[in-house]
């Protein structure tokens, strides 16, 4: 069974369209992988989609939104809302 990183780098490889070895838990999602802010918005869609069956009515408010700034902020995020991998 994959990790909960292994997850969330799949989502994020397949949204940003980068090689998965340039997805690391510290990685930016704006300065490393180059997303622009209409790549943030489509990003935590698929996250909420890609995890929608994990937990209950997961949606990433637009504050929540604004404080995912590093792939590891993504799995930070999921562990708070009871997503372990």
Do not use: C, W, Y
């Amino acid at each position: 069974m994959a990790t909960l990183f292994e997850r969330v780098r799949d989502v994020v490889v397949a949204q940003l369209k980068v090689p998965a070895e340039e997805v690391t838990p510290q990685a930016s999602l704006v300065d490393d992988l180059r997303a622009d802010s209409l790549d943030i918005v489509d990003l935590t869609i698929a996250i909420e989609e890609a995890f929608a069956d994990d937990a209950e009515d997961l949606e990433i408010s637009d504050e929540d939104a604004e404080n995912i700034r590093i792939v590891q902020d993504i799995i930070d995020f999921l562990n708070e809302h009871g997503i372990n991998g």
